[in-house]
């Protein structure tokens, strides 16, 4: 894949287990980086380069209850659809896609207009899936780690048994009319809804399908934007007008090299070819983020339980907590997270930075699954956002296995069984240099890119608040002591400022 950098020794060996590398290229318009093959599309200036805008809908009383027999209506035609599908393969192994895409079809117009077909059309891809896997695990070429694939599911809360909301417009059937930088009005052509929406977009280009849905008792639109693309002549409205025209949207200032391991503790370590200044930031807050709403999660499911199984019907207000304590959880982790790959990619563009390694921990999710790395540490889906995020300052972005890195010394070149004598300390025993494990696993990044990387000297710390990265380090001239607080004067009394 672009991007991937091989382990050491020149190439991939054959005999390593089968698996999938993470969707992540390097920066398209550098010379080295060809295009991405992802979407399947290509936008007029050769590259694809897709990017999603989520907005928050505020639609009135009336407007919500029209969103949500729409939302119903949709749910329900992908559900019997996939049921009549699902009955087709069970009775004869295959599905007659042509003759249930029809009947369905013009069953559900009358409501959803055209849009039904882009229900119909996303079914039609989700079975496709399914019959690929299927043949694949028939001839034995899927990964051991996945198992007998399954049809398509449904939309819908199997205890609730409510169908899920969620509503699909095709893209020449809507369009957003911008009142400021953070307002403005969807326009729903094929049911006279002009519904306010809340948030920046950041891009400008043709639109996709949108995907409108109810999430935590709130409405949310997806618009996904082919940035810098025009739209057809038949659709002039499609356009999307936002900050940005193009995704590379400042120039690098240097031509320095950047290695970085992530990790949870720390979530991302970070050295350099140039300088022996080294970059940790700590991810703790985000492990305590998520225990905190895992105890909440679990009071409510285990009192929803207790009133179900003795019969009171107060339990489904208990599995509403429920799944509003889960979808908080969901959104606080990917705020901590996506706030700290922006302030890592503004930093490595302050620092000179032209290119980024990183290190992918390959099989460890299917290897070595624990609630760590299957819950709490999102490593896919932050190298992901790094690698999009690095694409707007036009730093190459590449991946390296990093299977290894932790035990080897990046000292010595040796590996030593007892080398990590506790979390974050790395002492070689040859020469008793001590430093942190991190940012040793970091070093040997870079050598099995082919770099060089000076002993850090300097080691920059920061945490992840909600209110954005802060230094851990205090800057020169500052203390760390606490200071003192004078007690305040009884009453009647003047205070002394």
Known sequence: MPGLVP???????????????????????????????????????????????????????????????????????????????????????????????????????????????????LNNQAWNSFFKLLKLHRQGRLPKFMGKPSPPGFWKDRLLGKRELIILVRNDRYYLEPINGGEGYLVLKDWNLRIKYAGRIKWSGKQGTLVIKYEGDRWFAYVPIEVGAKPAKTNPKGYVKGTHEKIQIENTKGGNKAFIDIGLNNLFAVVFNHSDTAILIKGSTIKAEYYWWKRETKTYQAVRDWLRNHGFNAWRRYHMFYLHAEYKQHERLRHYYRTAVRFLARTLHEMGANEVFVGYPYMLSQNNSNEYNANIWWFNKVIRWLGEV????????????????????????????????????????????????????????????????????????????????????PKEGVTVETPTVKPSPPKGEKGVI
């Open 390 to 473: 690095l694409q707007e300052y036009g730093i190459r972005f590449n991946i390296v296995n990093e299977y290894g890195t932790s035990r080897q010394c990046s000292i010595c070149n040796m590996k030593h069984e007892n080398g990590r004598v506790k979390r974050g300390l790395y002492v070689c025993e040859s020469t008793g240099i001590k430093i942190n494990a991190d940012l040793n696993a970091a070093r040997n990044i870079a050598k099995r890119a082919g770099y060089k990387t000076p002993i850090p000297k300097k080691i920059l710390s920061y945490i992840v608040t909600t209110n954005g990265v802060k230094p851990l380090t």
């Open 7 to 121: 382990p050491k020794g020149g190439s991939i060996s054959l005999d390593e287990p089968v698996g999938r590398y993470p969707t992540v290229s390097t920066n398209p318009g550098t010379p080295s980086s060809p295009r991405s093959k992802r979407s399947g599309r290509k936008s007029n200036n050769g590259n694809d380069e897709m990017r999603t805008v989520r907005l928050r809908l505020l639609p009135s009383g009336a407007q919500e209850k029209k969103l949500r027999r729409i939302a119903d209506a949709t749910a329900k035609l992908w559900n019997e659809l996939n049921y009549a599908r699902l009955m087709q393969f069970r009775a004869s192994g295959i599905v007659d896609f042509k003759g249930t895409g029809h009947e369905f079809y013009h069953k559900y117009n009358v409501v959803l207009s055209v849009n039904a077909g882009v229900v119909i059309q």
